[in-house]
Every structure is written in structure tokens, then in C-alpha cells.
């Protein structure tokens, strides 16, 4: 994700670099101004090119699946860029609010006219205000998407505002970009992010985005295999087209609560049925068991996500590690397996839990792994103690490849990866994120 971030900025700096340097450059100030002014249009490109592609990563694109490895880490990548953006946004906001310093600092002497195109002219204060106005909104949402004890609740509806606000940034990036750039590759890569971006907004506002991969179906039966957990199992319409095991859909049992990402807890028996194993882990979640019946309608968008076992590499020895409700994709790698128990496929699951003898799961697993003689069940739990990276280091120490496939909380997956990393470079390490904010 850094390496992906890093390359559109450099993209971008190289092509105001460009423009910098070409004679057709407009800049006629001097100094400390020349330098302002610069400076005001590198933040504000980078800002309104990082917004554009936060905007297209929010359109759920598939195609991008396979380069960037998952819709999760899409949405990681549309969050960091969206992040990137409004630092860059508050870096233009500052160095614009310098006039009045270098005017102090150097006098007027050098000031620079800004060569906005003539078709701009006339609504060029209105791009101005338009513009500062938003970047005070994007900080308030910046700050509340940051803190994360601010309710997803409420801040999905405030978060469903940004194709507003992008739309009119990207007025004010036009009105406000110097006539020249538009002669120069800068403008063509701007025209392309903006074009890119604006689409993305009218998707998002029209609600379209998505669409296509949407079915309806009902909830066939209900399960409550622990207090806190409520498996759903749904049967869908003709339009869907299957899943891969590990994927996982957008979830609407209830039209005004909206979606949420759950993993398809089951294998792909051809018959439009998918179960779910939800745990109650938050406002909605907790409410789901008493919300529920047989015959509730259910919306399923999907499916999505490359947590897949058809990409595991077979001649990997196979680590599979999940903490807690992390546990959904392997049940149904565990399920699908059930078909083809001598796939080759040689695999040690580590399961995480906190209590192995109250663990709605333990016994399903048991009795999955007890007719997949290449694949061995570790439980670990506050009796036997954790999973460490050190103990997976030394177990596969004199093995050449090394595949590890981890679901569960992010903060146990840093630590593993970390340790691991330290111990052998040799392991590759797939995660599913289970958290879009
Ligand atoms: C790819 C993926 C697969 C998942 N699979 C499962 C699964 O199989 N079983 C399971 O129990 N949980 C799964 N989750 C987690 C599940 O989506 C959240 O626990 C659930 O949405 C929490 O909703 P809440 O309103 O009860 O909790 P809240 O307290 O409101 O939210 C807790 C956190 O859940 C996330 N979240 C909440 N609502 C949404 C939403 N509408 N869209 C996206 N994220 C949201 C946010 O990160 C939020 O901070 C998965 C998440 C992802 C991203």
C-alpha cells in the first residue's frame, strides 16, 4: 500500500515538476512568493489527485481486486489516500493563509499574479471560498473518522457527504489550476483524476455503486451455536453467481442500517445458499439475533475479497491462523475441502479463542479437520496460552516455503507478522482486514 501511495504522489510532483521547468511556466515571482505559490499549487494537486483516487477506490472496483490483493486492502488504500489528501488539503489551507506573513516578512515587492485561465475569471472568488469552506469540512470529518470511539453509525451518513464535498474541490481545483498547466502533461493527468473522480461521485451519489453485484434472497434458518454469535443462512436469487471460498459480501438485513461486510461462512454447493456466522461486536451486531426470523428478507452484494483458497500455494507448507470470529473464511476452506480431502494441500490452523471448552466453533473444527488427514486443528486459549511468533518461527525453520493466511484482529496480526519477519524473511503473509474504517 505504501509502495502504491508513494508512486501516485511521485507520479504527480514529477508532472508539476514538468511544468515547472517548461517555458511555457507562468510563475513570474520572485523569492519567498515564487516559492508560496509553488508550494500552494504542489499541495493543492496532490490533495484533489489523492481525493480523485480515493473516490474511484470508494466505487468497489473489482478489476482492482487481483493488482491490489482484496477489496479490504482497497478500502485501506482508499482510506490512507483519503487521509493523505486532507494533510495535503491543511498544508494548502496554511501556505495559502501566508500572504499575510510574507507580506509582513518581504512586502509586496515580488508578489505573484496567478495566471488562472480566462473562462475563470469571473467565478474565480466563488472557487475561492467554495474551496476554503470545504477543506474546514474535510477536517471535521478527517478529525471524527480518526476518533475512533465517534460511532460508525453516525459517521457512515457524515462520510457519505465526501462525493459532495470532492465535487466541489474539484470546481475549485479547476477555476483555480494556472492557465497553463492545461497546455502541459499536469493538466492531462488533472483533466483524467478529476474526469475519474467526478464519475465516481455521481456513482456514489446516485447510489449505483455496487448495483450490479446486488441480490435479493430470504433467511432460510438460524442458529445460535454460542451467546454471542448467530450463524444466518440465506438463500439467494437466480441472479447470483457463486462465490469463491473465504469471500465475502455486503450484508443488508435492514434497508435503513444499511450494508456490512460479513465473510461467507460456508462452501459454494451451487445452490445460491450462504451462511454467515456473525458476532455481536457492535451496535447492530448485538441487536441481530432479536431482529431476525425465517422468511426475513436479506439484500447480499457481493461477492468480494481474495482471501481465497483457490490462490494458496500448494507446494507452501500452510499456516492458517485465525483469532476469534476470524475464523468464518476458514470454515468455509474447511467445508469446501470436505469434497476433496486428498487435495494436497498440507495445512496446520491455528485457532485463537479465549475459552477452547466454550467455543461455539472447537467441535465444527474438530470434526472438518477429522476427515482432512492433511490438515492439523491447534486451539489456543487462556488454559494452554497463546500463539506466538516465536513458537511458528522455530516449527518452520528448516521449511522452504512458507505461506502464512491470517484472519482476526488487526493489532494480533501485526504482532505475528512482526515476529515472524524477524525470525525468517522467507514467509509470505496473506490477511484479511476486518475493518473498513
Ligand atoms: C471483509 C470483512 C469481513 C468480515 N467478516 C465478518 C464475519 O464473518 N463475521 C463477523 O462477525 N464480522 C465480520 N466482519 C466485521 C463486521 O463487519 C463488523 O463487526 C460489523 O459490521 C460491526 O457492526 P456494528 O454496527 O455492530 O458495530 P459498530 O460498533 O457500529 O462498528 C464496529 C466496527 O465495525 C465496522 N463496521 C461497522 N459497520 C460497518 C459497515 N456498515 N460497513 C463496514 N464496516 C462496518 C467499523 O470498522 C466499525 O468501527 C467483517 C468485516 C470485514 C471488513
Known sequence: ??????????????????????????????????????????????????????????????????????????????????????????????????????????????????????????????????????????????????????????????????????????????????????????????????????????????GRIGRKRRVTGSVVALNNPGSDIIEVSCHLDGKWQGHRPGQFAFVTFDAAEGAHPFTIASADHGDRSVTFAIKALGDYTRTLTGKLSVGSPVEVEGPYGRFDISRVNKRARQIWIAGGIGITPFLAWLETLQDEPASGLCADLHYSVRDAKTDPFVKRLQSLCAALPDVRLHVHDRHNGPLTAEALAKEQQDRKGVEVWFCGPRGYADALREGLQAFSGRIRFHQEAFEMR
Open 1 to 206: 500500500m505504501k509502495t502504491i501511495l508513494a508512486s501516485f504522489v511521485a507520479i504527480v510532483a514529477l508532472a508539476w515538476g514538468v511544468d515547472m521547468l517548461s517555458p511555457a511556466h507562468l510563475s513570474t515571482g520572485s523569492g519567498l512568493w515564487a516559492l508560496r505559490q509553488e508550494g500552494l499549487y504542489l499541495t493543492g494537486l496532490l490533495s484533489i489527485s489523492l481525493m480523485s483516487l480515493a473516490m474511484v477506490l470508494a466505487t468497489r472496483p473489482v478489476w482492482l481486486e487481483r493488482p491490489f490483493g482484496g477489496m479490504d486492502r482497497i478500502y485501506r488504500l482508499h482510506k490512507w489516500s483519503g487521509i493523505l489528501a486532507v494533510t495535503f488539503a491543511a498544508l494548502h489551507w496554511l501556505v495559502e493563509m501566508s500572504d499575510d506573513l510574507l507580506k509582513a516578512l518581504v512586502g509586496r515587492g515580488g508578489r505573484i499574479k496567478e495566471g488562472t485561465s480566462a473562462f475563470a475569471e469571473p467565478i474565480r472568488d466563488l472557487g475561492e471560498e467554495l474551496g476554503e469552506w470545504a477543506i474546514y469540512v474535510l477536517l471535521g470529518l478527517l478529525a471524527l473518522t480518526l476518533w475512533k470511539r465517534f460511532s460508525y453509525r453516525l459517521w457512515r451518513p457524515l462520510h457519505r457527504a465526501m462525493p459532495v464535498l470532492y465535487l466541489v474541490l474539484a470546481f475549485h481545483s479547476v477555476v483555480l489550476a494556472p492557465a497553463d498547466y492545461w497546455s502541459q502533461p499536469i493538466g492531462l493527468l488533472l483533466a483524467l483524476l478529476l474526469t475519474a473522480g467526478s464519475i465516481a461521485s455521481v456513482q456514489s451519489l446516485t
